[in-house]
């Protein structure tokens, strides 16, 4: 089956926007590229680039898990410390 771009609410784009910069800033205070991460984890570095902009709402679970254990990365804590839930996007 071919994949659908569905669109999303507010809320799910804030929530991707999130996870993607908690990822960069993971990725960032290792001095890593995004170059050198596509080459550890063999994820395409636009890919990456995408998903830490929040633009990959198509990218598979499995390809983000992939990225997080490159990263070391094993608990959301660091999305959860950035993004407080009293903060809604209405």
């Known amino acids: 089956m071919p994949y659908t771009f569905r669109a999303h609410d507010r809320r799910v ?3 991707m ?3 993607g910069r908690a990822v ?3 990725r960032a205070s290792q001095g ?6 596509e080459s550890r984890c ?3 570095q636009s ?3 995408r998903f830490e902009n929040g633009l990959a ?3 598979r679970l499995d390809r983000v898990a992939h ?3 490159w990263l070391g990365v094993d608990h959301l804590d660091i999305v959860l410390r950035e993004s407080p839930r009293s903060s809604r996007i209405e």
């Open 13 to 15: 784009t804030a929530a």
């Open 24 to 26: 960069e800033r993971a």
């Open 32 to 37: 890593i590229s995004q170059e050198v991460l």
């Open 57 to 59: 709402p198509g990218l």
């Open 67 to 69: 990225i997080l254990a």
């Open 47 to 49: 890919i990456i680039s």
């Open 17 to 19: 926007i999130a996870l």
């Open 42 to 44: 063999g994820i395409d």
